[in-house]
């Protein structure tokens, strides 16, 4: 299964970027039966895509502590 980071919401588009490939996909808003936000975590089973919050509260930590120890 891919995981995808949901880069940009703008207008009926969704840009999505693979989190291990970085390859970026666009696409309308209207193929999501969910509400979707920047940030968010999807995980994609070759025919759906779905919410995965846990994925997103460990990625958002991991950036969190990245920025934690550089910033010193």
Do not use: P
């Amino acid at each position: 299964m891919d995981k995808f980071a949901v880069d940009q919401v703008e207008n009926d588009i969704v840009i999505l970027e693979n989190i291990l490939t970085k390859e970026k996909r666009e696409l309308s808003i209207n193929n999501f039966n969910f509400k979707i936000n920047e940030k968010d975590v999807l995980v994609f089973d070759g025919k759906s895509y779905f919410l995965d919050n846990k994925l997103k509260e460990e990625r958002l930590n991991k950036i969190k502590e990245k920025f934690n120890r550089l910033k010193g």
